[in-house]
């Protein structure tokens, strides 16, 4: 590091309140090899910096004005001199404003520093972490009363500075939410493959790595989706649609929005509305947060990894062609045995329970 640049770094630790001993030595014999710094620092010395916010206009005047007038002493109280031809023959005023000028200039300089170098020392931002096992769910109040619904198998994390940090959210997992409504702080949910923009709104996310893709269903309001690998696609949703983007996307800039459900051959982004359960007014992507399993043409393999974490159990199945098959149900505080059960009516398979593993054949 240049011999200024750490004369600089120095200053602004000694500002801050954390030089350590070693370092103000160090300080003193590069201010000792830099007498016109020195000097400007024992003025700089006599200003308590108390303030912890932004300084103002006011504060900032008499800053300087004490500097300026520290200096203005001092040339009074030197003895005055005929100027000799080799030195400076420029005026005492103009001189005198010299002075000033580089003062506030070092005064700015080293509050740039001091603040800098805080912000890369001390603004370290922690994160809180809930997570729910498989087989439970956790309701969350976050600091600005958004409430939080996270399915089995989930984690959410948010920083301790919430507000201030433009109310952001990582999730990974499903988590149904209920955004409290601040026009000037919008809420962003980041997830592997898409960020979730709001403002005050309910909505379903489903983030599962395990599955094959991303699902945002909006229930009222308005949210905009980021498709993260896709030139940074944006997607705006209206109340009852839902968007599908497929967890392995790479690129589909260039590619137009299809407007069917994905089947076996998977568009990487679609668009489509959502349907009611039956005749009520149940909205199948969010029925978990009312202990409903809703399935709907669904294959076996996807559904064994939903069972799994519904129930907080370990499924293996042996039975080739039951993974490629799917079905459709709808239930509501049945046990692991009583759904199997009604699987079985679709399409016979036998299984048995062995040390907490269902294996199925």
Known sequence: MEQHERLWELMAKRTAGILSAAEEMELEVLLEAAPEVARQQELLDKISLQ??????????E?????????????ENNETPRIPEATEDSTPAPRRRWRAMAAAASLLLLLGAATMTYLRTTTATVVWSTVQTRPGSK???????????????????????????????????????????KMANYPFVIHTNTVDIKVLGTTFNVRAYADEPHTETAL????????????????ITLSPRQ???VANSIMDTASKPLPAARPDDQKPLIVLESMEKEHAGSLIAEAAWVENRFVY????????????????GITIECHNQSLLQTSFTGNVQG?????????????KQFEYNVTAGKVIIH
């Open 62 to 74: 008499i800053l300087l004005d004490r500097i300026m007038g520290d200096m203005a002493a001092a």
């Open 219 to 234: 229930i009222s309001g308005a949210v905009e989706v980021t498709v993260k690998d896709a030139g940074k696609q944006h």
């Open 51 to 60: 303030s912890t916010g932004k300084p103002t206009l006011e504060r900032k």
């Open 296 to 311: 709907r043409n669904e294959n076996f393999s996807q559904l064994i990894k939903r069972m799994e974490r519904w129930y």
């Open 138 to 180: 956790t309701r969350i109040t976050l600091p600005d009363g958004t409430l939080v619904m996270l399915n089995a198998g989930s984690t959410l994390s948010y920083p301790n500075n919430f507000a201030k940090s433009g109310r952001q959210v990582k999730l990974t997992g499903e988590g149904y939410f209920d955004v409290t």
């Open 334 to 346: 049945e046990s692991l045995d009583q759904l199997l059960g009604m699987l079985k009516q679709t």
């Open 242 to 244: 839902k968007l599908l």
